[in-house]
Structure formats: structure tokens, C-alpha cells
């Protein structure tokens, strides 16, 4: 199987989310299904549903994370020499060429991606026309809105 790349806080929150699974989430649920199960019938049992149904949920999350952590490769841009290249896990300032904003985006692993904290998903059409790419560069590319132009300003490596 492919390793798929992640920059070191995106592994650092899904071992922190797989280790809170196990250890805070996992045990409350299996003492939620003991308690319910002390209250008799299970048949009309609302609470031991409710609680069967969420423990499902969270082995379910941790299976889930740790078929994504054995896979991960941990990148960590600040050990890379890139030479001002645009690269996986760069911080990238942009000059929209369009309305003459600024705007500063970071290329992550898809698990990380969040548009809205300003986190792009390296598979994006955004970051596939940044990566190579240095200051002062102008990139084409298609949004969904249509064609989009900008200007790289600033790489950072944090």
C-alpha cells in the first residue's frame, strides 16, 4: 500500500485522537454498557443501545486511525532543503491576481485539510499548480468558480 504524506502536527492529532479513543473514550463506554445492562431487559433498553451504538462508533474511529497512522509517511517541511521551492507542508502567501487579496495557505495531507483555516489538501487543484513552484511565479489553474490566477509572494518552511 501507498504511504500517504502528512506533515508532523496532522500525525501529532491523530495519535492524540486515537490515544483519547483508547484511553478516556473506550472505557466509558464499555462502563456505560455494564450500567445499562444492570438495569435488566435489553430488549427495551434505550441506554444500552445508545451505548452499543457508540462503542461501535469509536472502534469503528480506532480501527479507522490506526489503518491511516500504519500507512502515514511524516513529513516535516523544516528539515527540508527546498530552496524556496514550493513543496508538501509549505506556508505559501498569495497575491490573487483576480481581486488583489492576500492569502496564505498551507499544503497538507488530505486528513488535515480544513479551507477555512487556510489548510489545503495537496491534491487540490490549488496546491497541485503551487508545488514546484517559487516566489514571484505566477500560477494558472481551474477552480470551480473558473479560472483562477495568482501570484506566489512569500514560501515559509514551519
Known amino acids: 500500500m501507498n504511504k500517504v504524506p502528512m506533515t508532523v502536527r496532522g500525525h501529532e ?9 483508547k484511553s478516556v ?42 489503518g491511516k497512522l500504519s500507512n502515514v509517511q511524516v513529513i516535516d517541511v523544516t528539515e527540508i ?8 507542508g509549505s506556508t505559501v502567501e498569495l ?4 481581486t488583489g487579496q492576500d492569502i496564505t495557505y498551507r499544503i497538507v495531507g488530505e ?8 489548510l489545503i ?7 497541485r499548480a503551487l508545488i514546484s513552484k517559487n516566489e514571484g511565479d505566477v500560477i494558472a489553474f481551474r477552480a ?3 479560472e483562477r490566477s ?3 509572494i512569500e514560501v515559509r518552511y514551519v
Not at 492529532?13 to 479513543?21: A, D, M, Q, R, Y
Not at 497575491?95 to 483576480?98: A, F, G, R, V
Not at 489538501?121 to 496546491?127: E, G, L, Q, V
Open 25 to 66: 473514550a473506550r472505557p466509558t463506554v464499555i462502563k456505560a454498557i455494564a450500567e445499562a445492562r444492570a438495569h435488566g431487559d435489553l430488549k427495551e433498553n434505550a441506554e444500552y443501545h445508545a451505548a452499543k451504538d457508540q462503542q461501535g462508533f469509536i472502534e469503528g474511529r480506532i480501527k479507522e486511525l490506526e
Open 144 to 146: 470551480p468558480d473558473g
Open 81 to 88: 532543503d527546498a530552496h524556496g521551492k514550493i513543496i508538501f
Open 95 to 98: 497575491l490573487d491576481e483576480n
Open 111 to 118: 486528513d488535515e485539510a480544513d479551507i477555512k483555516n487556510g
Open 13 to 21: 492529532l491523530l495519535v492524540e485522537e486515537l490515544k483519547t479513543l
Open 150 to 152: 495568482y501570484e506566489v
Open 121 to 127: 489538501s495537496f491534491s487540490s487543484p490549488i496546491a
